[in-house]
């Protein structure tokens, strides 16, 4: 049975995002985490009117060149994502295909013209990778403002709520686990 969830670093500099989770994102999910390179082209999702970066195009090429032994994939890119019929996205998950990304762009302090702080990135940077993950296992967004189910519409929400599920998120991950991945 595959039980490796892979992280893939797409781009630039993520500020040793992809690491960080690989450490902490077991805690949540009782699942291998390793990090790793695959070459993704991202430069043809790019916008110039909008200055931004479609996700459809990562997520195709994540599933594309995703490892034989892998259960999902998530990207992690340093650029700012869009999706159709939204402004922005923090991140975005395709669990028929068992990817997702997360974009660490607008979860930057530096975005919001404040100083750096390592710190609120990587808590962030977490909240949103834990409920992009959460898609592809099948959980839905959720109606508790404090669960890391919530969808957010800015940076206030992600900061507002926990990097846990709320009991009844849980509860169904829990099953969700137990019957397809044990």
Known sequence: MKKK???????????G??????GDLPVIYPFEFVSCEIPIEFESAFNPLREQYLSTPF????????????LMVLGIFD??????????????????????????YRLRDEFYFDEERPARLKRRAIKEAIHELGHLFGLTHCWESLCVMSFSHSIIDIDKKHYLFCIPCENK??????????
């Open 5 to 15: 969830i892979y992280l893939v670093k797409i781009g630039r500099d993520d500020k």
């Open 17 to 22: 995002i992809t690491e960080y989770l690989r």
């Open 59 to 70: 997520l195709i090429q994540l599933a594309k060149k995703k490892p034989k032994d892998a």
């Open 79 to 104: 650029g700012d994502l869009y999706a159709d019929g939204f402004n922005f996205i923090f991140g975005q998950a395709e669990p028929s295909q068992e990817v997702a990304i997360i974009s660490i």
């Open 173 to 182: 991950l829990k099953k969700i686990i137990e019957k397809k991945f044990k």
